[in-house]
Each structure stands twice: as structure tokens, then as C-alpha cells.
């Protein structure tokens, strides 16, 4: 926890490390840390890890968010509006539990045998909603879990 020894400190701030033990003591499995932000993973098969898409954002700020995500490799021929409107689509069961959205971003993804090779592009939105504290975190993250996070290919 913080340095801070007051009851509602000790409540509301956790540290990473602190969040990612609390995480693994509730049975969830982390992907990755960058930061401030704890990725939950999705096991897909026994020796498959794959990031989730929900994270929690530890400090002071702490929260819960989702990337939501379309391909445009699932859509050829739409234009960066119209794919970040699939995604907002998507996201609306998270903004209807009070998410809400923080970035709209373009990732590119390269081949991984040509780095200069561009085979995809993803728009993607961040939501995030903000929580109490590392209790009220785990609980959300569970739901958030659950949340659609891709576009399904028409």
C-alpha cells in the first residue's frame, strides 16, 4: 500500500505489485504489467495465454478498463470512422455500466518477419470506469472480463 497510514489511504491505493498479488489470491491470472496498469490474461488453452483486454489501473486514480478493438483486415474498404464506430458499437455494454472513454487510438500491426510490413490495423477505444479501492476493483474486473472486445467479422 502507500506510505500513507491513514485508514483511507491503506483502502484506496495499492501499488502494482500489491494488485497483482491480490489478483492471483482471487484466482484471476495476470498477462502483464506496463506501468500503472495491471492486464488480466485469458487462459484459451492449457498452455495459452492471451491478454484479456481488461486491466486495472493502480494509484491513486485506480480503476478498471477495456480496449475494444476493430480489425480492418475484417472490413476491407471502411474508413477509420466507421471502424471506431463497430468498436464504439461494441463497447455498449461497458458505457451502459459506466465506462467511459478515455482514447481512441490506431495500432498497427507488423509482420513479425517484416517489421516494416504493416498487415493490420486496429482502432481502438480505451473505457475506463474508477473504483474505491483494490476490493471493488477485483469485483469489477471480473465483470469487465466479460465484456465484448472485438468486432465480429461480419
Not at 502507500?2 to 482471487?26: G, H, M, N, Q, W
Not at 463497447?91 to 490506431?106: I, P, R
Not at 473505457?127 to 476490493?135: H, I, T
Request: aromatic residues 6%; negative net charge.
Amino acid at each position: 500500500m502507500s506510505r500513507d497510514s491513514t485508514p483511507e489511504a491503506r483502502a484506496t491505493i495499492a501499488t502494482t505489485a500489491e494488485t497483482k498479488k491480490a489478483l492471483v489470491a482471487a484466482g484471476l491470472e495476470v498477462y502483464r504489467t506496463r506501468g500503472a496498469l495491471v492486464f488480466l490474461a485469458d487462459r484459451v488453452r492449457e498452455n495459452l495465454l492471451m491478454d484479456a483486454g481488461a486491466f486495472i489501473r493502480t494509484g491513486a486514480a485506480m480503476g478498471v478498463g477495456v480496449v475494444v478493438r476493430a480489425q480492418a483486415s475484417d472490413f476491407p474498404g471502411e474508413v477509420e470512422a466507421q471502424l471506431f464506430a463497430r468498436a464504439r458499437a461494441v463497447a455498449v455494454m461497458a458505457l451502459d455500466a459506466g465506462y467511459h472513454e478515455v482514447s481512441a487510438q490506431l495500432h498497427e500491426v507488423a509482420d513479425p518477419g517484416d517489421p516494416a510490413r504493416i498487415i493490420d490495423t486496429w482502432c481502438e477505444l480505451t473505457l475506463e470506469n474508477p473504483v474505491a479501492d483494490l476490493d471493488a476493483a477485483i469485483d469489477e474486473v471480473r465483470r469487465a472480463v466479460a465484456f465484448d472486445k472485438a468486432v465480429p467479422r461480419v
